[in-house]
């Protein structure tokens, strides 16, 4: 059976409860009470675990490890997940509910639908997997629990690098399922799945067989049943142990490539903001492939506000991206996970969308999404008031415009594509909104954004110029004096 390093171990526990059992287990065998102390260690007050149960023999016999004594039993959540495929997953709730009530275990079920366009793009494994942890990654949210546990084992660690390496794919894919990423924790990963149905059996904890496991359809089934025993049968027992064990060698690897990645994001990057940031394109040349995703995935993880591993991108996806950087077309733009990517010398990443648009009422001061503040006050027009200029004022950050033209009420929202306005001193016809013009490219940090008048016309691009609809005029009765603050 192989043994995590000390620094895999390490890492871990950085982040996370003490998850040296992964070597206790190994010295030890199964014990009932070593994992529950384990994950129930250091858990702060009011803070809770959740447990994936399907009710199949890996996550019941994760359940019987994990089960905490009385005292500790209200920290210790159950999530199940409804397939909707019927009858099994109507089986399979009613039996993880009954296990439930007869251990005095709070069990919480949410039933999935798995959409057909989904299924028809990854196929219907992924597509269940994706539903799947969002499900229980909302049951965490509801009942505050910030470890969750599943019952993978080195069985699927080396039947996910085996199915991931006829995909093609790169090395984070061939490194496999992590014993922990983010708050996800995968206690069992050093155990063979036969280890855990003699475990059970010696116990006598019930478990379902799932009808799918027998299902060749599915490609995880075809590999279990059919070359995992060729594999056995060529090259002996220890050649699966093997393959796993490949597996976590990768992840040192894959561990490697994230942390030069993170070096290089960091030096490609230009400028940021909350959830918007600029890097050298030219600054990526000397990267292969691999190493250009991982650092655009940081960037899409710092645009959407997340952490990278949060960022999945498929084959499509990574061809898109790295289209769109190695040969631009002028003007470029890709939209992926809800953010706007614009290619160029430097690519632009931007999560700013309709979702925040802030509605305004002057005067006052208002505080956009980025940390850039617009304060305003009125004043009723007096004579040659066109004509003064305070000597602090700066065109685009210090701005006076016609109350009445610009109406009771405001909307500020971040820039989108075909907007246009017709900027002061520009009264021969409108233009399109754009990032260039009068600023200057230090001060081109974050989203751009846009003021609508109560009618739905764009009164102003903050820095720059307003629209000249709304200037000052000899019939002006009251005026809007606004100043915008950029990001720090």
Not at 377 to 405: C, F, H, I, K, T
Request: glycine share 8%.
């Amino acid at each position: 059976m192989i043994r995590f390093s000390r620094d895999t171990i390490r890492r871990i526990s950085a982040d996370g409860p003490d998850m040296t059992h992964l070597a206790i287990f190994r010295r030890r065998r199964l014990e009932l009470s070593a994992l529950a102390e384990a994950m129930f260690a250091n858990l702060p007050p009011g803070e809770r675990v959740l447990a994936a149960v399907s009710g199949g023999g890996d996550s019941m016999a994760l359940w019987a490890l994990i089960n905490p004594p009385a005292a500790l039993r209200d920290r210790l959540v159950i999530g199940h997940v409804h397939h909707g495929t019927e009858p099994h997953a109507g089986r399979a709730r009613d039996f993880v509910l009954r296990h439930g009530e007869d251990l005095e275990q709070r069990v919480v079920v949410s039933r999935i639908q798995v959409l057909r366009a989904r299924e028809k793009a990854i196929g219907f494994e992924a597509a269940a997997r994706e539903e799947r942890y969002r499900a229980l990654e909302r049951i965490a949210d509801r009942v505050n629990a910030s470890r969750l546990l599943s019952g993978h084992t080195f069985d699927d660690l080396a039947e996910t690098l085996l199915i991931n390496l006829s995909r093609g794919a790169g090395s984070a894919g061939l490194a496999g399922i992590r014993p922990q990423r983010g708050r996800w924790f995968r206690p069992l990963l050093c155990y063979r799945r036969d280890q855990l149905r003699s475990f059970l059996a010696g116990i006598r904890w019930p478990y379902l067989d799932d009808p799918a496991n027998l299902d060749e359809n599915y490609t995880r089934v075809r590999v279990r049943n059919r070359l995992l025993p060729v594999f056995a049968e060529l090259f002996g027992e220890g050649a699966v142990e093997n393959v796993g064990r490949a597996a976590v060698n990768l992840q040192d690897v894959d561990d490697a490539l994230d942390a030069e990645a993170e070096r290089a994001y960091r030096s490609a990057l230009i400028r940021s903001t909350v959830r918007w940031l600029s890097i050298d394109a030219s600054a990526l040349d000397r990267y292969f492939d691999e190493m250009v995703v991982r650092i655009l995935r940081r960037a899409l993880a710092h645009a959407r506000g997340c952490p990278p591993a949060e960022v999945t991108l498929d084959r499509k996806a990574r061809s898109r991206l790295l289209s769109a950087v190695r040969s631009p077309a002028s003007g470029q733009r890709v939209y992926m996970h809800g953010v706007s990517v614009l290619a160029g010398r430097n690519i632009v990443f931007s999560g700013w969308g309709e979702d925040d648009a802030c509605a305004f009422a002057p005067p006052g001061e208002l505080e956009l999404g980025d940390g850039s503040r617009v304060i305003a006050r009125g004043q009723p027009m007096d004579p040659g008031a066109r004509s003064r200029v305070n000597e602090n004022d700066r065109p685009g950050y210090d701005e006076r415009l016609d109350a009445d033209a610009l109406g009771a009420r405001v909307l500020f929202r971040p820039w989108r594509i075909g907007d246009r306005f017709v900027p002061l001193g520009h009264e021969t016809g409108d233009v399109r909104v754009t990032r260039r013009l009068r600023r200057a490219a230090r001060e081109r940090t974050g989203p751009l954004w846009v003021m609508e008048a109560e009618d739905g016309r764009i009164a102003w691009v903050l820095g720059e110029r307003i629209a000249a609809p709304f200037r000052i005029t000899g019939r002006t009765r009251t005026t809007w004096s606004f100043r915008y603050l950029p990001p720090r």
